[in-house]
């Protein structure tokens, strides 16, 4: 209130000043008095003219962009600018404030992996992220202030919308056909409604694996076990002679293996699963890992088979036992289903990128080329008698297929009905070298 004091003195005394000299100014007439209330009056206008002048230049900058400083003015006018000024200022630095939170938020809900969508009461498309604009197949910038209906026109969809009860998510195709879309509607505000959308392909098609899973186990121990409920029923209920009593006992015998090896596989499958990735400094001669192989080959064999292993001169890095479950794996598999006499050779051939392909060869009865993308999946049979009766479980590609990518490598198979396959384990360039004293042996192109 400083300027408030000289102001009105500075008045006065204009007012006064300009009133004397009018009263001067008339002095030797009649009129001197109304020459003194003139100068007053003249005063008093003047005061108001740059008074008016001055306010104008505030109004001008008040109602502008103020994107140039407030007018520098002393006095009641220079602080009512001043003022003016500083607010402004405040105001504009809170709204650049807010408007940067708004924007992080956004960003923080762009990032989401999770789709976010508001809608107003009319059920317009408010505001959306990428994500959700992903999920419902929608732009993000076009469809602003759509009717979100007319976009996304699944029926459970627009049904759930217009439901009252929304505490379920519902879930529709996802745009293009292929995969699931989740979306939970939650209402906020007067009748605006916030749409979640998550992409549920992988989970759904996870979830359906494991059903498939354990519905596939139980069917494989079930059949075991009711083979064996039945011999225990005929053991007790009838009597039996020593020779069919024998022949009983032998084929629950065979049963129990079979859910032996069923659960012996399942068990290697978790374990795959569930331990850490085989180190890259453990490094094994391949003939060591191959001798085991080899050994049980032949017993399988019983001599069936001519075979014929070639280890070459490599070592390579990763978990013995997994190498020796993988490739034992492929040879089982090429004596169970070659018939007698056929033959079985394993080899291994260096790739010009340095990886190792360990190929197991059989001239059985080779697989159709429609199975062959399926093969690696836990219980997928080509011939499912052939392979329970040889004592399989169906799992054992699949342990093959975890061995050879735990491993950084991959399984590649290659059949020609009628003439046999090819199953080929391939170990990254990082997992082999040649054994210290071997010769390297020719690369070749994969
Ligand atoms: P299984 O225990 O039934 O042998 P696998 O996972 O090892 O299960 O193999 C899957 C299927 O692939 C087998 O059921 C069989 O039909 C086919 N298969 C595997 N190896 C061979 C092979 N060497 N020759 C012909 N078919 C094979």
């Given at each position: 209130m400083f300027w408030l004091a000289p102001r009105v003195l500075l008045a006065l005394l204009s007012v006064m000043a300009v009133a004397t000299a009018?009263?001067?100014?008339?002095?030797?007439?009649?009129?001197?008095?109304?020459?003194?209330?003139?100068?007053?009056?003249?005063?008093?206008?003047?005061?108001?003219?740059?008074?008016?002048?001055?306010?104008?230049?505030?109004?001008?900058?008040?109602?502008?962009?103020?994107?140039?400083?407030?007018?520098?003015?002393?006095?009641?006018?220079?602080?009512?600018?001043?003022?003016?000024?500083?607010?402004?200022?405040?105001?504009?630095?809170?709204?650049?404030?807010?408007?940067?939170?708004?924007?992080?938020?956004?960003?923080?809900?762009?990032?989401?992996?999770?789709?976010?969508?508001?809608?107003?009461?009319?059920?317009?498309?408010?505001?959306?992220?990428?994500?959700?604009?992903?999920?419902?197949?929608?732009?993000?910038?076009?469809?602003?202030?759509?009717?979100?209906?007319?976009?996304v026109r699944a029926p459970a969809f627009v049904a759930h919308l217009h439901a009252r009860n929304h505490e379920q998510s519902v879930q529709i195709p996802a745009p293009g056909g292929t995969g699931l879309i989740s979306i939970v509607v939650r209402p906020y505000g007067e009748g605006q409604r916030l749409l979640l959308t998550q992409d549920v392909t992988a989970r759904e098609r996870a979830d359906k694996t494991r059903r498939d899973f354990v519905a596939n186990v139980s069917h494989e121990i079930r059949t075991p076990l009711t083979v064996l409920a039945g011999f225990v029923e005929t053991m007790s209920s009838l009597p039996l002679t020593e020779v069919e009593r024998q022949r009983v006992l032998g084929l629950m015998a065979q049963q129990t293996r079979r859910m032996q090896s069923l659960v012996g596989d399942l068990l290697a499958l978790a374990r795959l699963e569930d331990s850490p990735k085989p180190p890259t400094d453990q490094w094994w001669p391949l003939v060591r890992v191959g001798a085991a192989v080899?050994?049980?080959?032949?017993?399988?064999?019983?001599?069936?088979?001519?075979?014929?292993?070639?280890?070459?001169?490599?070592?390579?890095?990763?978990?013995?036992?997994?190498?020796?479950?993988?490739?034992?794996?492929?040879?089982?598999?090429?004596?169970?289903?070659?018939?007698?006499?056929?033959?079985?050779?394993?080899?291994?051939?260096?790739?010009?990128?340095?990886?190792?392909?360990?190929?197991?060869?059989?001239?059985?009865?080779?697989?159709?080329?429609?199975?062959?993308p399926r093969l690696a999946e836990r219980f997928y049979r080509v011939d499912g008698s052939r392979s329970r009766e040889t004592g399989g479980t169906g799992l054992g590609l699949s342990i093959v297929k975890h061995v050879a990518q735990r491993h950084g490598g991959e399984l590649r198979i290659s059949s020609e009905l009628g003439r046999g396959s090819c199953f080929t384990l391939v170990l990254p360039a990082v997992r082999v070298q040649t054994l210290p004293q071997a010769q390297p042996a020719e690369p070749v192109s994969s």
């Open positions: 009018g009263a001067w100014l008339l002095a030797d007439s009649a009129w001197a008095s109304w020459g003194a209330v003139g100068g007053a009056g003249v005063a008093v206008a003047l005061i108001c003219l740059i008074d008016s002048w001055r306010g104008l230049r505030l109004l001008r900058w008040l109602s502008g962009h103020q994107d140039v400083d407030a007018p520098v003015m002393a006095g009641f006018w220079g602080e009512l600018s001043a003022r003016a000024e500083r607010v402004v200022r405040k105001r504009e630095r809170d709204i650049r404030r807010e408007q940067d939170q708004l924007q992080q938020f956004l960003s923080g809900i762009e990032a989401s992996p999770n789709g976010v969508l508001m809608l107003d009461a009319g059920e317009q498309i408010e505001w959306c992220n990428q994500m959700a604009a992903d999920h419902l197949g929608l732009d993000a910038h076009r469809d602003l202030r759509q009717r979100i209906t007319n976009l080899e050994a049980e080959a032949r017993g399988l064999s019983a001599g069936r088979h001519p075979m014929e292993f070639d280890w070459g001169h490599w070592q390579v890095a990763g978990s013995e036992v997994e190498l020796q479950s993988g490739i034992g794996n492929l040879v089982n598999n090429a004596i169970r289903y070659t018939p007698e006499g056929g033959t079985i050779r394993v080899s291994t051939v260096l790739r010009v990128d340095g990886g190792l392909e360990i190929r197991v060869n059989d001239s059985g009865p080779g697989i159709a080329p429609e199975h062959l």
